[in-house]
């Protein structure tokens, strides 16, 4: 699968060849060297034009070849982001690399090439920067420190994949970065909320400290588990990223994109982040996760049960452990609508624990218990999930339909509108 490097042949774009060239030769993929011409500068200037940019095209493409990469040249006419975009996805491209925005550009690049291209692309950008770091790994003369940005979302596990690849390629050292508005992860996870914007309490840092574990495991190399920088944001997202990655020295920063348009790019973090930083950064669109028969395996590891103590409650305890590999930990919630005495509360665990099945502790499985409060019990359910970072949840539900569950309402489905975690429903058999 090739990659594609656009180039207008400046300094910049001669530096960002090199980090593609080098990227080529550690890939043994094949390179595409491709300029653009505005389709209005060709109906001006005609033949002399395109014998220039072909005559360019072939000088760098040659220059190129004595790094070492099997160097293809294309010269297209049309818009550059659209015509980018349509040319890579036909040759089938994995990456497609280009030069960042000049310093002199207004606003950064904003509403420029790189930004558009952005935008449309489907599959991985790289815009480039001091790359003399990429040189050095492609030589492998060193490890290529990379600082990824952490959250859960459809378009880090796509970041995530990706670096996984390039580990592949060579050695790389990496970092998670992990920004968050601390009321609104107090919200989310459902622990007391800090006094001010900037305050964390020891709880909420320690379920995101968990959290973000669990995200970058999948990175982790010979059993050395991931660092990740937590810092609380204030404004946008994107400026605290790249300060961290500034901060940490980093040669790449690979952000996760939604591919926002309109106003969602005030809040875009891949936009800012392309534009700001003074690394390499690399954009990864959520579609470029790894799918069909190349995806892993998900493993289920921690798994949430609820019961209200009913004999429905007791069987989804019974396959929340089942569910539960050996070495994993089930956490079984209660949620009560009232507040308890600590005679209680005491009570109401050593129901809990009555209700472990023998053989899920024998197995070698964990159990936690816990009794939690609140009239709201699928929001309560829900904050619980998000608190321990469970893989699965596992809820008894009487399927009730119709006038009846109008009615009477439905747990269970409040649970599923509002975690976005898997959800396992069990039920009573028919009678």
Same mark, same amino acid.
């Given at each position: 699968m090739p990659i594609v490097c656009a180039t207008n042949f400046s300094d910049a774009a001669h530096r960002a060849c090199d980090a593609a060239a080098w990227l080529s030769r550690k890939a043994g993929e094949p390179l595409w060297l491709v300029h653009v011409l505005l389709t209005d500068s060709v109906k001006a200037f005609g033949?002399?034009?395109?014998?220039?940019?072909?005559?360019?095209?072939?000088? =760098?493409?040659?220059?190129?070849?004595? /790094?070492?990469?099997?160097?293809?040249?294309?010269?297209? @006419?049309?818009?550059?982001? @659209?015509? /980018?975009?349509?040319?890579?996805?036909?040759?089938?491209? @994995?990456?497609?690399?280009?030069?960042?925005?000049?310093q002199d550009t207004p606003f950064l690049g904003l509403g420029g090439t790189v930004d558009r291209l952005a935008q449309a692309l489907e599959v991985p950008l790289l815009v480039a920067r001091n790359v003399d770091a990429l040189e050095a790994w492609g030589r492998g003369e060193r490890p290529l420190k990379v600082m990824v940005g952490v959250d859960r979302s459809l378009?880090?596990?796509?970041?995530?994949?990706?670096?996984?690849?390039?580990?592949?390629?060579?050695?790389?050292?990496?970092?998670?970065?992990?920004?968050?508005?601390?009321?609104?992860?107090?919200?989310?996870?459902?622990?007391?909320?800090?006094?001010?914007?900037?305050?964390? @309490?020891?709880?909420?840092?320690?379920? /995101? =400290?968990?959290?973000?574990?669990?995200?970058?495991?999948?990175?982790?190399?010979?059993?050395?588990?991931?660092?990740?920088?937590? =810092?609380?944001?204030?404004?946008?997202?994107?400026?605290?990223?790249?300060?961290?990655?500034?901060?940490?020295?980093?040669?790449?920063?690979?952000?996760?994109?939604?591919?926002?348009?309109?106003?969602?790019?005030?809040?875009?973090?891949?936009?800012?982040? /392309?534009?700001?930083?003074?690394?390499?950064v690399v954009c990864v669109p959520s579609r470029a996760a790894v799918h069909g028969a190349d995806v892993e395996l998900p493993q289920m590891r921690t798994v949430l049960v609820t019961t209200d103590f009913s004999e429905l409650g007791d069987r989804a305890i019974a396959y929340a452990c089942s569910l539960t590999p050996q070495g994993g930990t089930v956490h079984l919630l209660h949620v009560t609508s009232t507040q308890q005495t600590p005679e209680q509360l005491s009570a109401l665990r050593k129901q809990l624990e009555e209700r472990v099945p023998r053989a899920a502790v024998q197995g070698g499985r964990k159990v936690e218990l816990e009794v939690a409060t609140g009239n709201d019990v699928a929001g309560v359910i829900a904050q619980a999930a998000e608190r321990h970072s469970v893989d699965l949840i596992c809820m008894g539900t009487h399927g009730r339909t119709g006038m009846m569950r109008a009615v009477m309402g439905s747990v269970a489905q409040a649970v599923m509108a509002r975690c976005d975690r898997p959800v396992v429903m069990v039920r009573n058999p028919a009678t």
């Open positions: 033949k002399s034009l395109l014998e220039a940019a072909e005559a360019a095209l072939a000088d =760098e493409a040659k220059r190129l070849e004595k /790094l070492g990469a099997s160097v293809q040249k294309m010269l297209l @006419t049309g818009e550059p982001a @659209t015509a /980018l975009q349509d040319f890579a996805k036909k040759q089938g491209a @994995t990456l497609v690399v280009t030069a960042a925005p000049s378009p880090f596990a796509a970041a995530r994949d990706w670096v996984k690849g390039l580990r592949k390629l060579g050695q790389v050292e990496i970092v998670g970065g992990r920004v968050f508005w601390a009321q609104e992860e107090a919200v989310r996870l459902g622990v007391e909320h800090p006094l001010g914007f900037a305050d964390v @309490t020891p709880e909420l840092r320690q379920a /995101l =400290e968990k959290e973000a574990a669990v995200l970058v495991e999948p990175l982790a190399e010979g059993g050395k588990p991931v660092r990740v920088r937590l =810092e609380v944001g204030m404004g946008r997202i994107a400026d605290h990223l790249v300060a961290l990655a500034a901060e940490e020295q980093v040669d790449l920063l690979v952000v996760g994109s939604h591919h926002r348009r309109a106003l969602g790019k005030l809040w875009s973090v891949s936009q800012h982040a /392309l534009r700001l930083a003074k690394m390499s």
